[in-house]
């Protein structure tokens, strides 16, 4: 079948990360598929199926196929007058509290004629906002990549990873994470902090040890070196990089708040605090490198949740969700 998947950007980050695994596990199991992307956005990811520029995003830009697949609300437009029988539009995140312009986001969710998410959170706000229903696909990561690695010796070490949530969007709570870093450092001064800093973000003062840009062979490196990981934000869908970060053996310290909630089981594979409780994160970061059995315990349970969350699963449901969507739109 030809499929054109449609998305305005593929800067590094997870939701670009989502649409370009999409695009190459549908292609992995026979499907055409043609990577549509504006001429002046970037595409910081490698690419494995057909790319084609195009000028604006109007109908004629969607390529010829037998099924369209929209990333976001301006290309869910474009398919729809494309004429292509079958459209599915992906909601990687819940676009109407994110995007300038509120309406319009919304209803590309509402006319889609079929709908694709990424957690149960999400597709419980579609079906109360929209009236619709989803089919949820589940991200994951990549087993031969983010696996256990041996630790080596030295101080203990956290991992945070710093950007914007989006063009012109505050950082992720990271605010809470600098507080409870800073109180982690003041009861551990031995404590290394390693801080992955993406789209111009960096964290205040000095003393953190900084990257850019990673491979994924490099992050996952640097996952399996550190006791913990922090996510401070509560998130709609479910996070790659905690993701990643389980399938590393790296237990989670992380908050309560919809997507995080369908993988980080608090005391089994994280620990997890309230929304800006900043003592408490503190509290849990120093926990983790203080105790290591609890620290073994939790790398147990985060390898547990993480086998069922790899790309090959994503790539199954994504055939299969096709399958179905073709079979709705005739």
Known sequence: M??????????????????LELAHGLQAFGHRVTLALPRSAPADWPVLCPLIRVPDWSASSVPPCDAVIAADYVTAEAAKRSGVRCVIRLVDRWDPG????????????REAPVLWTVSESLRHLIRHHAGREAEVLSPGADPSVFRPRPRPPGPPRVLLLAAPEGPGRPLRRLGDAWAALEEVRRRLPEVQIHVVCRDGAS?????????????????????????????PDPSDEVPLSVIESMASGTPVVTVYGN???????SGYNALVAPRGDVERI??????????????????????TTARDRTWRTF????????????????
């Open 203 to 231: 964290p205040p003062g000095g003393g953190w040890i900084l990257h850019g840009r990673l491979t994924d062979e490099a992050l996952a490196g640097l996952y399996a070196q550190c006791d913990t990981f922090v996510y």
């Open 2 to 19: 030809r499929v054109a998947v449609l998305t305005t950007q593929l800067s590094y980050g997870g939701n670009s990360r989502l649409v």
């Open 282 to 303: 503190a509290r849990y970061i120093v926990q983790i490198l203080s105790d290591e059995p609890l620290r073994r315990h939790l790398s147990a349970g985060a390898l």
């Open 315 to 330: 790539y199954h449901q994504s055939v299969v969700a096709l399958a179905k969507a073709v079979s709705t739109c005739q």
């Open 98 to 109: 994110y995007s300038p312009e509120p309406d319009r986001a919304y209803r590309a969710i």
């Open 259 to 265: 997507g995080i909630d369908e993988v980080a089981v």
